[in-house]
């Protein structure tokens, strides 16, 4: 808009130069989601969807949600919201509400004093509690730590097994990036962890 025929050199660019045919609409790439996902899926597998809060999980919880509901079983989507203490107040609240107006029956699990007295074990000594920690470094693996605790404790007490679920992620590339994660690149040094 600041540029003088901008948008004209881009339309020439993308279609002109590049040769794009300019087809994409919302509802093709939602689509394009739910067929990946059943044929991800498949017909007999349950996906375990971790809902943090932010707009990813939730995004990818609805999409799961429409693409294996199947008539009015929406089994095949258990979403857990694990409120960890530390999340903006009536937040937790708003996820559900969200959510469960789309149809997904969502789980909560109240877990914030688990997280404030858990510590974990970081380069073989044990931390300090969460509440006592200092170190950044070590407060993200306490509190990744616990998280998947308390998300295998939910998923066995839901008596979800291993060998029929799929664990279901609202993870965009630029957080495979940061964490140097192996699916963003072979020779990613991390900038977050």
Known sequence: DLTENGRKMLHNFLFDICGLQGGFTLEKREQQCIDYIRRTVGRDKIVLML?????????????????????????????????????????SEQVVT??????????????????????TNVHGRQTLSLCR???????????????????DRTANDLNLTWDNLLLGQGTLRPDLIESASHMASSRADAIKT
């Open 51 to 91: 809902v943090s809060g932010g707009v990813d999980s939730a995004v990818c919880a609805a999409l799961l949600h429409k693409a294996l509901l199947q008539g009015d079983d929406s089994s095949r989507v258990q979403a857990i919201h694990i409120d960890n203490g530390f999340l903006r107040k009536d937040e």
């Open 98 to 119: 969200s959510l469960q107006q789309l149809g997904l029956n969502l789980r909560v699990v109240k877990a914030s004093l688990t997280f404030y007295d858990a510590s």
């Open 133 to 151: 920690t200092v170190n950044p470094e070590e407060k993200r693996r306490i509190i990744g730590d616990t998280f998947v605790k308390v998300a």
